[in-house]
């Protein structure tokens, strides 16, 4: 829906849940689409703190 509406913040929000939520349930290849999606829209839109958090997110990973 956000996506439709335009709003990136909002999505990469969205995309970072889902990685949180696939992180929790153990899967680590479908959490890490999600963040690397996240991140990739915060950093395209310039929200710092959007693409910080996403990025520690990936590293929680490793």
Known sequence: MEEKLGNKDW???AYR???RLYRDKGNKALARKYFTKAYNIFKSVGNE???QASYQDLQKLQ
């Open 11 to 13: 999505q990469g929000a």
């Open 17 to 19: 849940y889902f990685g």
């Open 49 to 51: 703190p959007g693409t």
